[in-house]
């Protein structure tokens, strides 16, 4: 199974107040485990960064006026996702702002399924902090290095905060342990922009439990 983590970077919250895209991020997973492939650029939205975004991101004006647009890099973008699942966390908020970019070059929406890592974490931490800081304490991530939200430390952040949540185990990883029930790790999820979210195949589950032994307990948990 190929998969996309995906991230973006805006001007402001709201695609109905006019905000555009400034970044980018994208990180491919083969069976769950990060590949050499990835896509990631700055964009130049046309129009100011709001004070608000700027907290957040830090990209200024002057800075992604000298980026390319993102007409300029539509297909080549496409051309990466294309055919993937993608893994968003907050969906919905990256899906808007991105086919509203592909709306003003009269482009379709994107078609990909997609996965909420948002709503995943949600249905199984009901009542507990969801963001991907508050995602990354609970997994013993470290996330030092995202003094601010950049696209590609965000996509980086999230396919591990990811693997975590499909391996149904918290706080802490238990390597040892039987999965209970490994067919219902991934739980289908509705959101308005999915048609379904996709369970992984037993192969995928197998090599999943052997990157996390081999992988992350020597980086994240030692």
Known sequence: MIEV???????????????????????????LIPTQN???????????????????HGYSDTFLSNQKKFKEIADEFLNFIYGK????HNA??????????????????????????????????????????????????????????NAVIDCELLSKVYINLLDQREPSLNLSAEKEDENEIVKSISVKYFNKIIKPSENELKLHKDFLKKEIKKHHFN
């Not at 970077?9 to 555009?20: D, M, N």
């Not at 990835?38 to 957040?56: G, I, M, T």
């Open 5 to 31: 983590v995906l991230d973006t970077e805006t001007t402001g919250l709201k695609v109905s107040e006019g905000h555009r895209i400034v970044e980018i991020g994208c990180i491919e997973l083969k069976d």
């Open 38 to 56: 990835r896509f990631h650029c700055y964009l130049n939205p046309e129009r100011k960064v709001s004070e608000d975004a700027f907290k957040v």
């Open 92 to 149: 919905e908020f990256d899906l808007s702002h991105l086919n509203n970019e592909l709306a003003l070059l009269g482009k379709k929406k994107i078609q990909e399924k997609v996965v909420d890592t948002l709503q995943l974490a949600r249905d199984k931490f009901p009542g507990s902090g969801t963001s991907l800081d508050a995602l990354c304490k609970r997994f013993s991530i470290d996330n030092s290095r995202r003094e601010k939200h």
């Open 85 to 88: 699942r993608l893994v968003i």
